[in-house]
């Protein structure tokens, strides 16, 4: 991974970049941990590096060796979470190095659709004159493909009318799990109205059971009071 390229601060950011799909939230935190030890730490060296000269090995056998930047030899998840981490702090780091990793990307042979439209991004948040769109022409071709066998393109309403019928659609869903909730609340409240009305009937038949036993308890006491007397 050519990390002896690196000084020891920027290397624990290329770690950090290497931690998988949350790499680019490593770094970051990698970042404001070397900022609050050292408050006068920059990204200009790091990414420096990331734009010196390396020789490049040939796609295929048989061709020549190329020179190209170091961050083309990084893996395409590393070259993302590097992107991504610049979005996030981009605003803290001056304008010039980072157009310098920007137009080193753009020149990647292996950049992938995704890199182009954060570069993109990134030009025209630091403010750079590019009018081109986030999305390459093969996936404007297939956006347009997608719209004209939804709702046709030549449809009074076009996509409203697609989102309506959707929207409507959510709509009867949510009357129908609404019902349903309804009919399962009721159901509950008449389980509870029944199991009160046989708790009743078993207080009911408690409290007359209770007062027959203490009737035949007087009874007994005064059979057995008579009989003494006697």
């Known amino acids: 991974m050519f990390l002896g390229r690196f000084d020891g601060q920027s290397k624990l950011l290329v770690r950090a970049l290497l931690c998988g799909s949350s790499g680019a939230h490593r770094a970051l935190e990698v970042f404001h ?54 979005n996030l702090v981009y605003l803290s780091l001056p304008c010039p190095p980072i157009l310098h990793l920007l137009k080193c990307l753009c020149q990647d042979p292996h950049r992938t659709p995704w890199m182009t439209a954060m570069i993109r991004q990134l ?3 630091l403010e750079v004159h590019n009018e081109e769109p986030l999305y390459t022409p093969h996936c404007g071709h297939r956006l347009k493909e997608l719209s004209q066998r939804l709702v046709g393109s030549d449809e009074t309403g076009g996509w409203a009318k ?6 409507s659609e959510c709509e009867r869903a949510s009357g129908s799990s609404e019902l349903g909730t309804q009919r399962k609340r009721k159901g509950i409240f008449l389980a509870l109205d029944s199991d009160g009305e046989d708790t009743g009937q078993e207080s009911k038949r408690i409290k007359v059971e209770v007062c027959g036993s203490e009737s035949l308890d007087d009874e007994e006491k005064s059979a057995t009071t008579e009989l003494s007397d006697d």
């Open 33 to 86: 941990r070397q900022q609050r030890a050292n408050p006068d730490m920059s990204l200009s060296n790091f990414i420096e590096t990331l734009c010196q000269d390396e020789v490049c090995g040939p796609d295929r056998t048989g061709q020549p060796l190329t020179v190209g930047p170091l961050v083309w030899l990084f893996t395409a998840l590393l070259k993302k979470n590097l992107l991504s981490f610049i």
């Open 162 to 167: 697609c989102f309506s019928r959707q929207t």
């Open 123 to 125: 030009e025209r948040n």
